[in-house]
């Protein structure tokens, strides 16, 4: 059988360190981005790979393409299939852009944050669209060229990619997303997309926006009392709004929602376990050494995707009678910061006055 032609829509940390394992198992995948540095030395030095431990750097030779140059696309085969693994502000453009390379029969992989598979089956259509999750993968491309995981391999401790279709069946498409994923880490076939979707968004809601107003990393964010508090109430807030929308979540980052749910609440039986599980997770070591995504973007100072995950929640929570007061003023926060008015501060959250 011959092999699948695969598109990596913006090689940023997710989609380039999955797509490198690709190449390397000997997969046929075309790498496409926006920045045109990382670009150029993609195509003169390949794309290197590092790990915080464990696993060796590596580098892969690519095939690497800037958008303006896509117009080549046309004289060659399509896609069979399209990873989007953009910013979620950039979701439905780059669909639109890459959906005419692809092939009739080919399909389409949301690899990213947020919620974005409702905004690609508006452009391609639900029977063409899939999602997948990186779970706790704390990647970041620190640089062109080189993406750097914050970790080793999770393997059996941790499946990294959950892979799914929207209607939960498993399907020989999704056995194929998790068999490419799996090149990279651990991975399955999840029936349950939207609630392992729900459940990605709660953590990057307890700590992206938070990483990115206060110029922190987890590490420290998470060994700052108030701050800690702070991002339980974020999930808290966000857990309620799943449950109305009728997702279910069997956990958190390793954590039971329903403890950070009553946690955020007030209750001091849930605080006291789901700070001393945070607490035993950053002292560990290497434990929350690195800056979430949102704080990455600040520090580049690219848009943030603050509306698409602590916004969200608040529009959702709208829909469903449920208020979600904290994560509205985070979302109010770091949009300022994000516009300048405002610099990079612990104190925004720390000198909150809340009830």
Same mark, same amino acid.
């Given at each position: 059988m011959a092999?699948?032609?695969?598109?990596i829509?913006c090689t940023?940390?997710?989609?380039?360190?999955?797509?490198?394992?690709?190449?390397?198992?000997g997969?046929?995948?075309?790498?496409?981005d926006?920045?045109?540095?990382?670009?150029?030395?993609?195509?003169k030095d390949?794309?290197t790979?590092?790990?915080? /431990?464990d696993v060796?750097?590596?580098t892969?030779?690519?095939?690497?393409?800037?958008v303006t140059?896509?117009?080549?696309l046309?004289?060659e085969?399509?896609?069979?299939?399209?990873f989007i !693994?953009?910013?979620?502000?950039?979701?439905?453009w780059?669909t639109?852009m890459?959906k005419?390379?692809v092939?009739?029969?080919?399909?389409?992989?949301s690899l990213?944050? !947020?919620m974005n598979?409702?905004?690609?089956?508006?452009i391609?259509?639900?029977?063409?669209?899939?999602?997948?999750?990186?779970?706790s993968?704390?990647?970041g491309?620190?640089e062109?060229?080189?993406?750097a995981r914050?970790?080793g391999k999770?393997?059996d /401790?941790?499946t990294?990619?959950r892979?799914?279709?929207?209607?939960g /069946?498993h399907?020989d498409r999704?056995?194929?997303?998790?068999?490419l994923?799996?090149n990279a880490?651990?991975?399955?076939v999840t029936e349950n997309l939207?609630?392992?979707r729900?459940?990605? *968004?709660?953590?990057?809601v307890?700590?992206?926006? *938070?990483?990115? !107003?206060?110029?922190?990393?987890t590490?420290?964010?998470?060994?700052?009392?108030a701050?800690?508090?702070?991002s339980?109430r974020l999930g808290?807030?966000?857990?309620r709004?799943g449950q109305? *929308?009728g997702y279910?979540f069997?956990?958190?980052?390793?954590?039971?929602?329903?403890?950070i749910?009553?946690?955020?609440?007030?209750?001091a039986?849930a605080?006291r376990q789901i700070d001393e599980?945070r607490?035993?997770?950053?002292n560990k070591?290497?434990g929350g050494?690195h800056?979430?995504?949102?704080?990455?973007?600040?520090?580049?100072g690219?848009r943030?995707?603050i509306?698409?995950?602590?916004?969200?929640?608040v529009q959702?929570?709208k829909?469903?009678?449920?208020?979600?007061p904290?994560?509205?003023?985070?979302?109010?926060?770091?949009?300022?910061v994000?516009r300048?008015?405002?610099k990079?501060?612990?104190?925004h959250i720390?000198?909150?006055r809340l009830?």
């Amino acid at each position: 059988m011959a092999k699948k032609k695969i598109a990596i829509v913006c090689t940023g940390a997710v989609g380039g360190y999955a797509g490198a394992h690709m190449v390397k198992a000997g997969e046929d995948v075309t790498f496409i981005d926006f920045w045109p540095e990382h670009v150029e030395k993609m195509k003169k030095d390949g794309l290197t790979i590092t790990h915080l /431990r464990d696993v060796e750097p590596f580098t892969v030779p690519v095939r690497a393409l800037h958008v303006t140059e896509l117009q080549q696309l046309s004289k060659e085969k399509p896609f069979d299939i399209a990873f989007i !693994c953009t910013k979620s502000y950039d979701t439905a453009w780059a669909t639109a852009m890459i959906k005419q390379y692809v092939a009739d029969d080919g399909y389409f992989v949301s690899l990213q944050n !947020c919620m974005n598979e409702e905004t690609i089956a508006g452009i391609v259509g639900w029977g063409k669209t899939l999602g997948s999750i990186a779970s706790s993968i704390t990647v970041g491309l620190n640089e062109p060229g080189l993406i750097a995981r914050a970790a080793g391999k999770s393997g059996d /401790r941790h499946t990294v990619f959950r892979a799914g279709e929207v209607h939960g /069946r498993h399907t020989d498409r999704a056995k194929e997303v998790r068999d490419l994923l799996a090149n990279a880490d651990s991975a399955m076939v999840t029936e349950n997309l939207w609630g392992e979707r729900w459940s990605k *968004l709660v953590t990057n809601v307890m700590g992206n926006g *938070l990483s990115a !107003c206060t110029g922190m990393i987890t590490r420290d964010m998470v060994k700052n009392d108030a701050i800690r508090h702070f991002s339980n109430r974020l999930g808290s807030e966000a857990i309620r709004v799943g449950q109305a *929308l009728g997702y279910t979540f069997d956990e958190v980052s390793h954590m039971d929602p329903e403890l950070i749910a009553r946690s955020g609440e007030g209750d001091a039986d849930a605080q006291r376990q789901i700070d001393e599980h945070r607490l035993a997770e950053a002292n560990k070591p290497g434990g929350g050494e690195h800056r979430p995504s949102m704080g990455q973007d600040m520090v580049k100072g690219r848009r943030t995707e603050i509306n698409f995950l602590n916004g969200f929640v608040v529009q959702k929570g709208k829909e469903v009678g449920i208020e979600a007061p904290t994560n509205a003023i985070l979302t109010d926060i770091v949009l300022r910061v994000e516009r300048g008015e405002l610099k990079p501060d612990p104190k925004h959250i720390t000198d909150l006055r809340l009830n």
